[in-house]
């Protein structure tokens, strides 16, 4: 077996590969070049009904390249990375690219923009990571089970699957025109999905999950496991509920589902090819004043935080939406050219929004009658027109209180209409994604059912 | 048809087939299987994959982007009863594979079991992707004509179009799946995609639609009819958006017209037969088999056969003979689709439906080519026959929550039906239904079945494989349409 090598020097081989690889494509014919080469330690652990199911693991690694040669584009990555094979398949990528029509907008980044990365540490990578083992991840597992079995109405049970998982990952990026940036960062994931008898046959499943940078920051296995058990458990006895338009309460989690829809047409790429239902739309209203999110990459222990971005671009918060109005888009290098307007960055990180000062349960209360939504199924959005349909389970809401379970149900409308009808936000932000997203309120949604 | 050399000839040290070339030898083969054994185990296999992507891409009136990729991995297996421990890496050194064995071993906790002494290649496997030349041979020069052609000919076509997408996939794959049976098997899995997507404005509107076309065939799949019909039907599916409106809410007779709505299949009862859930008793299939679910005239079959079909395949991933699987015969639940591990569980034969996407992924039990057979009535005859309904053309996605048996489609073109007419288009419209109601709502099936060639993907438990699917024009008695106003 070889021996493990240090951090320090696994961080150091991993440059070394990346300079190699821009140095190889400038040698072969390329004008300029980024390489991005990653490597992955992975480890998920699967428990299903007393013992373990499935056991993953291994580390992985790539490498990626933008080519820019002659004004032409390619982008081209491989997982073989033998000196010869690399060699080979730089040159190939090279062939392949002079082939291409050439592209006045391709070149890397302005440098200027690499500049003033931000120091704050954001303390990704959590340094006990490897003190994790086998056994502490089958107990952490059988311990999500327990707790899910343990829920009052357990008896309808039929299964219980647990998952437990870490991933301990490094990254370089080199351009050629003056970026090299290195990042290390560790998560840590477990969760339950639990299947439940309902007596008509049905078995509905549910679902908990937790996660965080570092291990000590997740919830642990017991609370996570009862989440999944309560909820499934509460799935019993479904009923599909009638078509009308009628106040919707979207749960935290759930709700990155819209909020997701709003992120491709916020791309500069979308809106360049027209094919986003905001084009045109900054500096105007977009949703009510409750709409209020920016985008956050500096912050500490963050699903989404970075230093820097894809492109090398030194990461930046700022402001997507404020009190509804839209004030600016997702744009990379590239597309920004093409627009004639300054790169923010090509995707989000974390978003933070302007939370509400009432629970859900409060938001609940003063909803009256209506439908909680605590998940989607299917459906999409149409991002250059906004309308989206899309189906959903939940519970019915009477007189402020959460009634009977209901499923098979949908949601439709456009998302010019859908942000301008949010009448509430919650102080509940969705702590396990990037998105992290509050407890929506939308008054008068069409719901279809019987 | 594979390139297997048969080994043993030469002695043990040979390279095996086409993974000859990145070193891959009958002893280096035999040293991973026995390390993964080293603890026990049921089974043990390794599974190597070579697959080399490119694609040129088009946009404003330019391919002014390509993107290729290679993929060389290897996965150590090891199973004992249903549980499965699995280790993967990009290093096809000795070392690293022996450690990725090692690392699959841990799942079992007995002795040692002995490997494989002896190996044999698999021959004789079918030939379901015939091409006359691979992808690698082809040149971009014989590539870049298509692309730009599709983009000159769309902005003809309608002069509404502002914005025209056009990217071509190809992809030359091997797979060699060893185990410790002895037995190696190799396949090589051509891939190729099109995809042309148009913008079109009018009146200050916008509307965006495309069309895609996938197989498993080589550059001649790109017949000029088969372009024509890309053109003609990105163009009219996007121009047809302009004169449709929102479906209307609530539940109501739906039509599927032929083809494409084969997803209606996927996500009804394909999943929900995955025997991996109801070996779990987690489907809502779960202890139906050999009960009646729908209609005598409903006939469903998961098949890995149709030549050069997205979802065909000549063998499965783990080495085991892929043909047509008879999911419901005469509207009676028949078989499930199996892996090898839910195959043992239910003591039957493997159906060939262990899928994975890619070496970093274990085999699930999946679906490959997934259709309903031609049934007794008229196309013309079941439109007739609703009052009030919706006539689903075409579709982009669908999902299903396997338990509850809840599963969605979202049509992209469908028609308002009006007294047995189809009167205005509708759009945008989710449908949502559960699948063993909506199996036994089948109460008409026409017989003009036909499969789509779409580029559909499948995902399940974060792993995406290519499936193709398909139905003939078929009536569901209800089912909720996600729309708005009555």
Known sequence: MSAPRSAAAETAALVEVTRRAADLAVKAGASEAAAGAYRARHVEVSWRDGRLEKVTEATTRGLGLDLYVDGRFASVGTSDLRPEALERFVAGSIALARNLAPDPHRRLPDPALYAGQSAVNLDLEDPAYGALDAAARRRAAAELEAAARAVPGAEAILSVTASVSDTHGESVLVATNGFEGTRRATDFWIGAEVAVKDPDGRRPEEFASAGARHRSAVEPPAVVGRRAGERAVARIGSRKGASAVIPVV???????????????????????????????KVGEPV?????????????????????????????????????????????????GRKLGIAPTTARASNLAWALGPRSPAELLAALGDGLLVTGFLGGNSNGTTGDFSLGVRGFQVRGGQVAGPVAEMNVSGNHLDLWKRLSAVGNDPYPYSAMRTPTLVFDGLQVAGI | MTESQRPG????????????????????????????????????????????????????????????????????????????GYGYTEDLSPEALLECARTAAAIADGPARPGPVRFHVQAGLPDRYPLSRPWDAVLPDEKLPLVAALNERAFAADPRVRKVNVFLRDEAGAILLADSSGRIVEDRQPMTILSLSVLAEQGGRREQNGYNVAGRAGIEFYTPERLDRVLREAVARTALLFEAGPAPAGEMPVVLAAGSSGILLHEAIGHGMEADFNRKGVSIYADKIGKPIARPFVNIVDDAANPGARGAINVDDEGNAAGTTRLVEGGVLATYLHDAISARHYGVSPTGNGRRESYRHPPLPRMRSTYMLPGPHRT??????????????????????????????????????????????????NIIGNGPKALEQVDMVSDDLAIDEGGWTCGKDGQSVPVSQGLPTVRVASMTVGGRGA
């Open chain 2, 9 to 84: 000839a030469d002695g043990p040290r040979d390279g095996i087939g086409y993974f000859a070339r990145f070193g891959v030898t009958e002893r280096l083969i035999a040293d991973t299987l026995a390390a993964a054994l080293s603890r026990g185990g049921d089974h043990a296999d390794v599974f190597f994959q070579h697959r080399i992507g490119s694609d040129l891409g088009l946009e404003d009136g330019a391919v002014n982007r390509a993107y290729a990729s290679v993929e060389l991995g290897v996965g150590v297996r090891v199973v004992r009863g249903d549980q499965t």
């Open chain 1, 287 to 335: 949703g009510s004043p409750l709409l209020d999110l920016r985008d956050e990459p500096l912050v500490p222990r963050g699903l989404g935080s970075r230093r820097y971005d894809g492109e090398g671009l030194a990461a930046r918060p700022f402001p997507v939406f404020e009190r509804g109005v839209l004030r600016n888009l997702y744009v990379d290098t590239y597309y």
């Open chain 2, 380 to 429: 013309e005859e079941i439109i007739r026959s609703v009052k009030r309904g919706v006539y689903c053309v075409n579709f982009s996605n669908g999902q299903v929550n396997i338990g509850a048996g809840d599963f969605t489609f979202y049509v992209k073109n469908g028609w308002l039906i009006e007294d047995g007419r189809l009167t205005r288009p509708v759009k945008d419209v």
């Open chain 1, 250 to 280: 979207v749960e935290a989690r759930a709700a990155g589902r819209l909020v997701g829809a709003l992120l491709g047409p916020l791309a500069a790429s979308a809106v360049q090819q027209k094919r986003s239902f905001l084009d045109g």
